[in-house]
């Protein structure tokens, strides 16, 4: 351990917090503080995530934050770069006057074929096929076409039975489509928390630039999103407003088919 562990867990117990009091304070779930303190770095979602917490952890512990990066960057191994391997398998490459030669026979046939051709041509008469050509089809007549009644209306201005029935395109969207389909949008690097109806959940971090689509049956939970400015939402094709500034972790955002009917 560099002992960045030791000093944060040291400055906790001298604060006299338990790791509840931590979390409330810090916004940190309680088992990255475990792992900040243990110096357990693996189970976090990456070096990012890692610094950041890091950095917000020791200035809520009245430490400097600096000197707690700058030893966290001499616990990290440098990584091992890719070895080339050469291949075991030599090309052998054939010598320069193998294709001029190959494409000189090619010409030769073709002049000697030529000349065959014409020769037989000349002469034979080439009999008269019996063969003759199918007759082209004809056009397809143009129908005619029959103007549309004009809707009929009642004294009333009340629309008559052939009147045209008009929709809102958003809602016939939303009443035909089943379930519940999150688009999720990454504008930058995020790390994020989904349960859908009830099922274990699963997280992952992502880039910029990439999306994720999240299909459930009636409940589609974001349980956390680390960094909520980098992340946009469409739930069944409507926008939904934004979760948060970049940097800022959200939890416990829950959508349902109640959130498509708000404003």
């Not at 560099?2 to 916004?27: H, I, N, V």
């Not at 030599?90 to 010598?95: E, F, G, T």
């Not at 039975?161 to 949008?185: I, K, R, Y």
């Amino acid at each position: 351990m560099a002992g960045e562990g030791q000093m944060l867990r040291a400055a906790r117990e001298e604060k006299k917090w338990s790791f509840m009091d931590t979390e409330d304070t810090t916004k940190i779930r309680v088992r990255y503080i475990q792992a900040l303190e243990e110096e357990d770095y693996g189970i976090l979602p990456g070096a990012t995530y890692v610094k950041g917490y890091l950095r917000t952890y020791a200035k809520q512990l009245g430490l400097n934050p600096d000197e707690i990066i700058e030893l966290y960057n001499d616990s990290i191994a440098p990584e091992a770069g890719p070895v080339l391997e050469s291949p075991n398998m030599l090309v052998k490459a054939r010598p320069l006057w193998v294709r001029p030669m190959i494409i000189g026979s090619m010409a030769v046939l073709a002049i000697v074929l030529a000349i065959a051709i014409s020769v037989n041509q000349s002469g034979k008469k080439v009999a008269d096929s019996p063969y003759s050509p199918p007759a082209l089809p004809s056009a397809p007549k143009a129908e005619a076409v029959t103007p549309e009644t004009s809707p009929t209306k009642t004294d009333d201005n009340t629309p008559g039975p052939n009147s045209p029935v008009v929709s809102n395109p958003e809602n016939v969207v939303a009443a035909t489509q089943d379930g519940l389909t999150a688009q999720l949008v990454f504008t930058q690097l995020c790390w994020i928390e989904v349960r859908v109806d009830g099922q274990p959940p699963f997280q992952g971090t992502f880039t910029a630039g990439t999306t994720k689509e999240v299909k459930g049956t009636s409940k589609i939970e974001l349980l956390t999103v680390g960094n909520a400015g980098g992340l946009s939402v469409t739930l069944n094709g409507k926008a939904l407003p934004s979760l948060g500034k970049s940097g800022a972790v959200v939890r416990n955002v829950v959508l349902t088919s109640d959130t498509l009917k708000s404003p």
